[in-house]
């Protein structure tokens, strides 16, 4: 589909089954309507035709002559745009990868980082937003923290000053041994982000992209999918949906829900993804609201969530596919012969909403009793077949994107705001934060990280830059000014490494130990069933120091304290409390364990112990 050169020219092919005639007009033809550059209808709704002398780069759009008149229309199948979206241009997809034999991670393997490339690094403004080439820039940045996929949201910003850029790019590649990208390897918006792509692998990242299935627009043109074949109905009052090929009469989002019931717009939508896993190597995507696709899709959204994971599974088994939907579904993550839609993982929320009410509650004054057992109910994904397949975190694009109206009640606090919203960078503040991040690192499931969260960013965000740059993500900060952020991105990195170091963090063993309320304790036990490796967390949100708290283990004998959240507030922190890096189970019997040991509780803590 689309534009694909081929011999001296290029094959142009495009889906208007209500079209009278099609035309490809462009810098070709000098964008005439001429009858060599007529397409020819194959009867199933297709049109094609090979156009000889198109070259790469060229412009392009298609002429439609439908019920309503003819018109442009962009070409849905477009491999890049003008930078004013108003032509299509033929572009060769080769791309000079380096084989590096980069493989996705196992799911259970996997850390998200969630960014958004406009707003993640912005070097360069004014005048300029964030894009791909200045993600790159973090690339080691984003390797040294041990996450091993970037969720990369949206997919459109590139850049045409590529000569700072390709000498940044030339030297991560010589740092991995790796061939030099020339000039032109970098142009172009389609460039650029294969580019990223193929430096994220070369330094051991997957990358996953967002794909909103679930509706478009919200200002659609003349030239857009809206009622792509010139069918009667755009100007009427109101439009006859029907008639828009792409598109039901549901909205969402300000845009337009899908024509689930159109096998032309099921395979358009399917072949996108697998246009993203061929020509982009990505490693996998998360679904925008899944369940908008279930409840509008005129009871054709199930199947079509069947038919989307059961042809990307087939294709690329590897490749992640991660739905959101709310409220949590089960079905979603089944297997498509049980009746299940497909995914392989899903968004969740319950540690989420658990954790912040335990924050909201402990940062008011006193000692007060916290819900703990409420969370100790939540650290795990229920209801799923396996653990890794529930998606865990705290912060998210949407969860803490400051409102857009004053409608617009959904949005929260960033994590150490919450913590303390007179000041996020207080004590109160940073040791609580590290209490929230360790256990979405230590908990069951796929913790996912958003940008910012692993350095204390406390400001909401934007993804309007120009609008809001006062709500950039603070590098400068962490850079130089600001020494709790670089304590808690060390904290952040070290915890990240002791992930991959105990195979217990990463498995299905899971049994919560003890939570008491007023105590505000969690205790809770990781292991790899049937091998062991047993690991034990507690989390402190007392204010105050507890010694002597005494607590099952599994195992009698020697504990060591591998992690102490304390020793990374004015690291080293030369006050910290803690158990010396040691601790002995006695035969004392305590939480349905044989054995207990007494330990010390740093105030507002997490601590973790690995069978010594």
């Keep these: 589909m689309g534009a694909n050169l081929i011999a001296d020219g290029a094959m142009f092919r495009v889906w208007a089954p209500n079209a009278n005639a099609v035309h490809v007009r462009g810098g070709f033809n000098n964008f005439e309507i001429r009858d060599d550059a007529a397409l020819v209808s194959d009867g199933n709704g297709h049109w094609r035709g090979f156009i000889p002398g198109v070259q790469d780069w060229q412009r392009y759009k298609f002429w439609i002559d439908g019920q309503a008149g003819p018109g442009y229309k962009r070409d849905p199948y477009a491999r890049e745009l003008t930078n004013d979206s108003s032509n299509c241009i033929v572009r060769n997809p080769e791309f000079p990868w380096h084989e590096t034999g980069f493989v996705t991670p196992q799911f259970s393997d996997f850390v998200i980082y969630q960014l958004h490339v406009g707003a993640f690094y912005t070097p360069h403004w004014p005048p300029y937003t964030g894009t791909f080439l200045d993600v790159m820039d973090k690339i080691p940045y984003l390797a040294d923290l041990r996450v091993s996929v970037l969720q990369l949201m949206p997919i459109q910003e590139f850049d045409d000053r590529l000569a700072p850029y390709l000498a940044r790019a030339n030297e991560l590649l010589e740092a991995k041994g790796l061939s030099p990208f020339e000039e032109e390897h970098l142009r172009g918006e389609m460039n650029q982000l294969k580019a990223l792509i193929d430096l994220c692998h070369a330094y051991g990242l997957a990358v996953i992209l967002d794909l909103v299935f679930n509706h478009a627009g919200g200002g659609f043109g003349t030239e857009s999918l809206w009622f792509f074949d010139r069918q009667n109905g755009a100007e009427d009052n109101p439009p006859r949906y029907w008639n828009s090929l792409f598109f039901s009469d549901k909205t969402w989002a300000g845009g337009d829900v899908f024509n689930f019931q159109s096998e032309g717009v099921r395979q358009f939508l399917i072949n996108n993804a697998l246009f993203f896993l061929d020509e982009y190597r990505v490693d996998g995507f998360r679904y925008d609201e899944v369940s908008v696709i279930d409840n509008n899709g005129y009871g054709r959204g199930w199947d079509f969530c069947q038919a989307l994971t059961g042809t990307l599974r087939t294709h690329k088994p590897g490749a992640l596919q991660h739905a959101e939907y709310w409220p949590v579904n089960p079905w979603v993550v089944k297997e498509t012969s049980d009746g299940g839609a497909g995914f392989h993982t899903t968004m969740t929320d319950g540690l989420r909403i658990a954790l912040r009410n335990v924050l909201q509650s402990a940062s008011f004054p006193g ?70 991040m360790g256990l979405v690192l230590t908990s069951p499931g796929i913790p996912m990280l958003f940008m910012g969260q692993e350095f204390l960013e406390d400001k909401q965000w934007s993804d309007d830059v120009a609008g809001h740059p006062e709500l950039r993500i603070y590098w400068d900060g962490l850079n130089a000014t600001d020494p709790a952020m670089r304590d808690f991105l060390r904290f952040t990195r070290e915890l990240i490494q002791l992930r991959w170091q105990l195979p217990a963090l990463r498995s299905e063993g899971f049994r919560v130990v003890d939570a008491h309320d007023e ?30 708290y005494r607590i099952g283990f599994p195992t009698g004998g020697g504990w060591r304290e591998v992690f102490n959240s304390d020793v990374y507030d004015n690291w080293v922190n030369p006050q910290a409390t803690g158990n010396a890096g040691t601790v002995f189970a006695d035969d004392i019997p305590m939480h349905g364990f044989s054995y207990s040991a007494a330990l010390t509780l740093p105030a507002n803590s997490l601590l973790l112990f690995n069978r010594g």
Aim: charged share 20%.
């Design 367 to 436: 000692e007060n009793a916290l819900p703990m057992t409420a969370l100790a109910n939540q650290l795990a994904p229920s209801g799923l077949p396996n653990f890794w397949r529930g998606v865990q975190g705290i912060e998210n694009h949407d969860l803490v994107m400051q409102p857009k109206d004053s409608d617009d009640h959904n949005r929260m606090d960033r994590i150490p705001r919450l913590a303390d919203s007179s000041n996020p960078h207080s004590w109160w503040a940073r040791s609580r934060s590290r209490v929230a």
């Design 519 to 548: 105590n505000r304790v969690l205790v809770f036990h990781r292991w790899v069933p049937g091998e062991g490796h047993d690991a034990i967390i507690v989390a402190n949100l007392a204010n105050s120091n507890r010694y002597g």
